[in-house]
């Protein structure tokens, strides 16, 4: 069965890190895009790192240059780096898996098979 579990939320005040990870089992993780999403109290699912089975990511403006996505296919883990971290990046964090992206590489809808999520507060 597949299973992907987030950990490294916290909390972060403006301008600092943090690094989340997705362990993944119960698949062959090689041959699954992974994605990194967040989503804050009354907004809409978004994408923030992605990496493609290729190694291809994509990253939206509003994180680029700041969150960067690596996967360790021996580990069968994902990470995301987050720095320069702002109020507005807090959120609950989750990764997700699929074998195929109908909606693109970034999008929710592309992806049906979730963790759990990683609370990520950032605040003085």
């Known amino acids: 069965q597949l299973h992907l579990v987030e950990s490294g939320g916290g909390w972060a005040q403006p301008g600092g890190s943090l690094r989340l990870s997705c362990a993944a089992s119960?698949?062959?993780?090689?041959?699954?895009?992974i994605g990194w999403f967040r989503q804050a109290p009354g907004t809409e699912r978004e994408g923030v790192s992605c990496?493609?089975?290729?190694?291809?990511?994509y990253s939206p403006d509003s994180v680029e240059g700041r969150f960067s996505i690596s996967r360790d296919n021996v580990e069968n883990t994902v990470y995301l780096q987050m720095n320069a971290l702002k109020p507005d990046d807090t959120a609950v964090y989750y990764c997700?898996?699929?074998?195929?992206?109908?909606?693109?590489?970034?999008?929710?809808?592309?992806?049906?098979?979730w963790g759990q999520g990683t609370q990520v507060t950032v605040s003085t």
């Open positions: 997700a898996a699929s074998p195929t992206l109908l909606f693109g590489l970034c999008k929710p809808n592309s992806y049906n098979n």
């Open positions: 119960g698949f062959t993780f090689n041959n699954y895009h």
């Open positions: 990496v493609a089975i290729d190694g291809r990511t």
